[in-house]
């Protein structure tokens, strides 16, 4: 199954940084373009960043671009989404997932095999 721990959310300030972990569950990311995600109380789930399987080609949300940095280390099975200068508007759980067709475009479109996990809260409050 495609399945992901996510980690290191929290609570910071405003212009504040935080850098998210999406380690895979029982399967390696070698092969997967990985998105991320994120949902706000009362609002759907966005596309937020994703990254190609190989690292080389990455995208983002025109609301995280130049503030968010998508990456990966597929020797440690793990995507991370570093997040700098944070507005309260990221709060919100985020969540990773492979994408269907192996395509990192947006809209980002999650792999059907894929689950959600938990996600990772994030809070940006002063």
């Known amino acids: 199954q495609l399945q992901f721990v996510e980690s290191g959310g929290g609570l910071v300030q405003p212009g504040g940084s935080l850098r998210l972990s999406c380690a895979a569950s029982?399967?390696?990311?070698?092969?997967?373009?990985i998105g991320w995600f994120r949902q706000a109380p009362e609002k759907e789930r966005e596309g937020v960043s994703c990254?190609?399987?190989?690292?080389?080609?990455?995208n983002y949300a025109d609301s995280v671009k130049g503030r968010f940095t998508i990456s990966r280390n597929n020797d440690k099975n793990t995507v991370y989404l570093q997040m700098n200068s944070l507005k309260p508007e990221d709060t919100g759980v985020y969540y990773c997932?492979?994408?269907?067709?192996?395509?990192?475009?947006?809209?980002?479109?999650?792999?059907?095999?894929?689950?959600w996990g938990q996600g990772t809260q994030v809070t940006v409050s002063s």
């Open positions: 029982g399967f390696t990311l070698d092969y997967y373009a």
């Open positions: 990254i190609s399987s190989s690292g080389g080609n990455t």
């Open positions: 997932a492979v994408l269907t067709f192996g395509l990192c475009v947006f809209p980002m479109r999650p792999a059907a095999s894929g689950s």
